[in-house]
C-alpha cells in the first residue's frame, strides 16, 4: 500500500485550453490529501468540471502535471485509471440489470465468480439497495438510480471516487438524504472523494476541505466553516452564504483592524483582509447574522441609524430589510430568541457590528 | 371506431368519413397490384388473366403447378441460392462498414462531416442507371464484372447508405457519458464498444442491415449490367421470365417473396421491439 502521508492527487502547474486561447483552468496547484473529502464548488464555466474530468482522464492537461498517488497519469488512459466515477445523469447501463451494472467493473478485473457475488451484495447492502439486484435502471426512480451510480463506482474499491454533480437531478429531500448518505458512505469506507458541485449548502454539508473555483482559478481553499467565517475575498464572501455589501475607501490600517469610509456615509471599523494600503478601494463583506439591531450602548464600535424597510417571517429567524448607509438592501437576520425586540415596518432602529466580523476585501 | 364527435356539423361529418374514404382508397391503390399477384399464382392455366372457372372459384381452375415448376427449375433454384448469397453476403459487408461509418460520424470533433456524410450516401441519391453504368465501366477494368465478389461490392455500396443513416439517428439518442462511464470502471475501447455501445445501437444496426438486404434482394439495375448468367439473382430471373418465356411461375416466385417479406419484417420487428424493451427504452 502507499505512504498514508502522500497526497492522494496532486495538480501540479496544471493549465487547460480547449481552442488554445482560453485558458478556462489557470495554474492549478492542489493536493488532495488520501481519504479527504474535496469539494471543488464554483459557478458554471468556473473550471471544476474540467479539473474533474483531466483527472478522470477524459480531458488531456494542455500543461502541468498531474500525479496519481505519485504517479504521474498524463499518458494513463481513463480505464487504467482505476478511479472510481459517479455521473451527473448517474450513466447506468440501460440494458443491464442493477447486478449486471455492478458486476461490469469487476468482470473487466477477471474476478472470480464467488468475489463477485460478494462485492456486490455488500455494494447493494451499503446503498441500502438490497432487493433491487434484477431490476432494470428504467424501473428505478431518480434517488435509486442514484445510490446504483455510487455502488457502482465503489464496488471494486477504487482508492479515488470522482462525483460530478452527482445529485443535480433529484428533488430537494431526497438531495438532504443522499448528501448525508453519501457523506456516511466516505466516512466508513476511507475513501478519497473529489466532489464537483455549484450547490454551497451541499459543499458546506459534505466536505472536508472546499476549493471554490472562479475563472479558472482556486480562489479559496479551506474547510466549510473557515470558508464561510472568513472568506478571503469579495468572491468567496458574496459566493458563499448571504452577504452585506458595504463599499469604501481605506483611511487607516492600523494591524488588526483598518478604518473604511463609506462611500457617503461615515467611517467604519473593520478588519483587513486583502486590502494594502490607504486609499484602496474595498469592500466590507458582512454577514446578515452578525449584525444586531439595536445593540447595548458601547458593544460595538460601528453603529449605525437605519430604516426598516421589509420583515420577513421565516420561522426561527425574521429577516430584516434595512436601509443603511444608503444601501436599502441591508438583510439583518433576527433570531427569533425569547425577548427579541419586536420590529415594525418603517421604525427607525440602530445596526451594529463588531470590528472583526465586519471584513475589508477587493474592491472587485 | 369512435365516429364523429356529437358536436359535428353535417360538413365536418361528411369530411369525417369521406376523409376514411380516401384514405381507404390510396392505401387500395399501393397494395391492389400485390393483391391481385397472389391469387393469380393459382391459376391452372398459363395465362395472368382470371380465367371463368377462378373468378366462379371452381376448385379445378386453381393449383400449385406453378409452384411446382420453381421446386422442379434448376435456373429458378439457382436464382434463388444466389439472391441469398449475394444479399447476405453484401448485407454483412454493409452492416459493418455502415456501423463504422456512423459512429466515425457521431464524433463531435470529425471535420467536413456533412461532406463525408454526403459521399456516403450518394449511392441512394444518385440515379440508379448512372450508378450501374459507373460500376460495369469500373469493375470491368478491375475484371470483377460477372463474378460474385463483384456483385456483392457493387450491393454493399448500395446498401451502406441505408445502415449509416439508421445507424447516426440511433446514435443521436446516445448517451455518451455511458461510454466515459465503461472506461472509468476499467473497460478499454473495444470492451466499452461490444458491451455498451453495440447493444445499445442495436436496434438502429437491425433496421439498417435489413434495408440492406432488401436492397439487394430486389435489385435488378445493378444485376443487369454487372451479373453474368452464373449470377443470376431472383429479381433478374423474373425479368428473364417475362421477357423470353411468359410463364405464371413469376407470379408463384413473386407471392413467395411477398409471404418472404412479411415474415422478414414481422420477426425483426419484434426483435426490435424485444430488445427495446430489455433496454428499458419503453414500459412493459
Not at chain 1, 472470480?112 to 462485492?119: I, M, N, T
Not at chain 2, 364523429?4 to 391503390?29: D, E, Q, V
Amino acid at each position: 500500500m502507499n505512504d498514508t502521508s502522500e497526497p492522494i492527487v496532486r495538480f501540479i502547474d496544471v493549465q487547460k485550453s480547449y481552442d488554445g486561447e482560453v485558458l478556462v483552468v489557470k495554474n492549478l496547484n492542489l493536493d488532495i490529501a488520501r481519504g479527504e473529502f474535496l469539494t471543488m464548488l464554483g459557478p458554471s464555466g468556473s473550471g471544476k468540471t474540467t479539473c474533474l474530468m483531466m483527472l478522470a482522464g477524459f480531458e488531456p492537461a494542455t500543461h502541468g502535471e498531474i500525479l496519481l498517488s505519485g504517479r504521474p497519469i498524463n499518458n494513463v488512459p481513463p480505464y487504467k485509471r482505476g478511479i472510481g466515477m459517479v455521473f451527473q445523469n448517474y450513466a447506468l447501463f440501460p440494458h443491464m440489470s442493477v447486478w449486471e451494472n455492478l458486476a461490469f467493473p469487476l468482470e473487466v478485473r477477471r474476478m472470480d465468480k464467488a468475489e463477485v457475488k460478494r462485492r456486490i451484495t455488500r455494494a447493494l447492502e451499503m446503498v441500502r439497495l438490497p432487493e433491487m439486484a434484477g431490476r432494470r435502471p428504467g424501473q428505478l426512480s431518480g434517488g435509486q438510480q442514484q445510490r446504483v451510480a455510487v455502488a457502482r463506482a465503489l464496488v471494486f474499491d477504487p482508492d479515488l471516487v470522482l462525483m460530478d454533480e452527482p445529485l443535480g437531478a433529484l428533488d430537494k429531500n431526497l438531495r438532504e438524504e443522499m448528501q448525508y448518505e453519501i457523506k456516511h458512505i466516505h466516512e466508513s469506507l476511507g475513501v478519497s472523494v473529489v466532489y464537483v458541485t455549484h450547490d454551497q449548502a451541499e459543499a458546506l454539508t459534505m466536505s472536508n476541505r472546499i476549493a471554490v473555483f472562479n475563472d479558472g482559478i482556486v480562489q479559496q481553499l479551506s474547510s466549510p466553516d473557515e470558508l464561510y467565517e472568513r472568506p478571503q475575498n469579495a468572491f468567496v464572501a458574496q459566493f458563499i452564504g448571504e452577504n452585506n455589501r458595504l463599499l469604501g475607501t481605506v483611511k487607516e490600517i492600523n494591524g488588526d483592524s483598518c478604518t473604511v469610509e463609506v462611500d457617503g456615509s461615515g467611517i467604519v471599523q473593520a478588519l483587513p483582509v486583502n486590502i494594502s494600503g490607504n486609499g484602496e478601494r474595498t469592500t466590507l463583506s458582512l454577514r446578515p447574522e452578525r449584525v444586531t439591531i439595536n445593540p447595548p450602548e458601547g458593544t460595538v464600535p460601528n453603529v449605525f441609524d437605519g430604516t426598516v424597510e421589509e420583515l420577513i417571517y421565516l420561522g426561527d429567524h425574521i429577516r430584516t430589510r434595512v436601509n443603511v448607509c444608503g444601501h436599502d438592501d441591508f438583510i439583518v437576520k433576527v433570531p427569533n430568541a425569547s425577548g427579541h425586540a419586536a420590529l415594525a415596518e418603517k421604525a427607525t432602529v440602530k445596526v451594529g457590528w463588531a470590528t472583526e466580523d465586519c471584513r475589508a476585501l477587493d474592491a472587485s | 371506431m369512435a365516429g364523429p364527435p356529437p358536436y359535428a356539423t353535417p360538413l365536418y361529418r361528411s369530411w369525417y368519413y369521406g376523409f376514411r374514404f380516401l384514405c381507404a382508397l390510396i392505401f387500395l391503390f399501393l397494395i391492389a397490384p400485390i393483391l391481385v399477384i397472389m391469387p393469380l399464382s393459382f391459376n391452372a392455366e398459363p395465362y395472368f388473366t382470371f380465367t371463368k372457372g377462378m373468378l366462379s372459384l371452381d376448385p379445378d381452375a386453381f393449383s400449385l403447378r406453378w409452384y411446382e415448376d420453381i421446386i422442379n427449375n434448376q435456373q429458378w433454384l439457382h436464382s434463388i441460392k444466389n439472391s441469398f448469397i449475394v444479399g447476405i453476403a453484401s448485407t454483412i459487408l454493409a452492416t459493418t462498414l455502415g456501423t463504422l461509418a456512423a459512429l466515425g460520424l457521431s464524433r463531435s470533433y470529425l471535420p467536413y462531416r456533412a461532406a463525408i456524410m454526403g459521399v456516403l450516401i450518394s449511392p441512394m441519391i444518385v440515379p440508379l442507371i448512372i450508378t450501374a453504368a459507373g460500376m460495369y465501366f469500373f469493375y470491368s477494368e478491375l475484371r470483377l464484372t460477372q463474378t460474385y465478389t463483384g456483385l456483392i461490392l457493387a450491393h454493399t455500396a448500395l446498401g451502406t447508405p441505408f445502415v449509416v443513416i439508421t445507424v447516426t439517428a440511433t446514435l443521436v439518442g446516445f448517451d455518451h457519458s455511458l461510454t466515459r462511464a465503461a472506461q472509468s470502471l476499467g473497460a478499454d475501447p473495444v470492451r466499452t464498444f461490444f458491451k455498451v455501445q453495440m447493444p445499445l445501437i442495436l436496434p438502429g444496426v437491425i433496421s439498417g442491415a435489413l434495408f440492406a438486404f432488401v436492397t439487394s434482394f430486389d435489385e435488378v439495375v445493378v444485376v443487369l449490367f454487372m451479373a453474368g448468367f452464373e449470377q443470376r439473382t431472383i429479381p433478374r430471373q423474373m425479368w428473364a421470365g417475362i421477357r423470353e418465356q411468359i410463364s405464371p411461375t413469376i407470379l408463384a416466385v413473386a407471392t413467395l417473396l411477398i409471404i418472404f417479406s412479411i415474415c422478414l419484417m414481422t420477426a425483426l420487428e419484434l426483435l426490435r421491439r424485444r430488445n427495446e424493451r430489455l433496454r428499458g427504452l419503453s414500459a412493459g
